[in-house]
T-cell receptor
Framework: KAGVTQTPRYLIKTRGQQVTLSCSPI?????VSWYQQTPGQGLQFLFE???????NKGNFPGRFSGRQFSNSRSEMNVSTLELGDSALYLCASSPGTAGPNEKLFFGSGTQLSVL | SQKIEQNSEALNIQEGKTATLTCNYT??????LQWYRQDPGRGPVFLLLIRENEKEKRKERLKVTFDTTLKQSLFHITASQPADSATYLC????????????FGSGTRLSIRP
């Protein structure tokens, strides 16, 4: 089975722009979650989608949003970029049916730099 | 406030020794605790999961303990090898109306030959 695929791998944007990141989960997985990783804050949960519905949400401003399509692929959007949004954005997939009893399969991430 | 702390930012040990990493938490009631390994430029990789009613879990050279009284998990790598060098993250799944996962900041482990 192919792993979790995130595109693009690297992205450079300027302040005020918006960005869309893409994640293709492992085939058969219905849950996709997104995380922001920075040296200062570590790995922080953004949100989780299951069967096209946002199931859980972390403590991030409304500029961060996402969606999931019927084929379970997910996109994350950040509007009005700020310098502090520079981070590695990771996507993880899981079957989504066993709650906390599931391991997460992570992609390699999208490294976003905001100038 | 709610916190997860991993014992140190970096740990250096000699090959062949046992590496012990610590994950402490406060003000959480976790349902499950997971450990992940992360290599530079890659996403975390799942290693082990332990439930709140389990004391210990093993997988090959890895062992995890979970003490809900001390609010602490210990992660051991026995017979450590240079290939074990990586950052190790603990993650708590919390009981709440919606499942939520909280990650520790990680410990960078270096195994010297």
């Amino acid at each position: 089975k192919a792993g979790v695929t995130q595109t693009p791998r690297y992205l450079i944007k300027t302040r005020g722009q918006q960005v869309t990141l893409s994640c293709s989960p492992i085939s058969g997985h219905r849950s996709v979650s997104w995380y922001q990783q920075t040296p200062g804050q570590g790995l922080q949960f953004l949100f989780e989608y299951f069967s096209e519905t946002q199931r859980n949400k972390g403590n991030f401003p409304g500029r961060f949003s996402g969606r999931q399509f019927s084929n379970s692929r997910s996109e994350m959007n950040v509007s009005t970029l700020e310098l502090g949004d520079s981070a590695l954005y990771l996507c993880a997939s899981s079957p989504g049916t066993a709650g906390p009893n599931e391991k997460l399969f992570f992609g390699s991430g999208t490294q976003l730099s905001v100038l | 406030s709610q916190k997860i702390e991993q014992n140190s930012e970096a740990l250096n040990i000699q090959e062949g020794k046992t590496a012990t990493l610590t994950c402490n938490y406060t003000n959480y009631s976790p349902a499950y605790l997971q450990w992940y390994r992360q290599d530079p430029g890659r996403g975390p990789v799942f290693l082990l999961l332990i439930r709140e009613n389990e004391k210990e879990k093993r997988k090959e050279r890895l062992k995890v303990t979970f003490d809900t009284t001390l609010k602490q998990s210990l992660f051991h790598i026995t017979a450590s090898q240079p290939a074990d060098s990586a950052t190790y993250l603990c993650a708590l799944w919390l009981y709440s109306s919606a499942s939520k996962i909280i990650f520790g900041s990680g410990t960078r482990l270096s195994i010297r030959p």
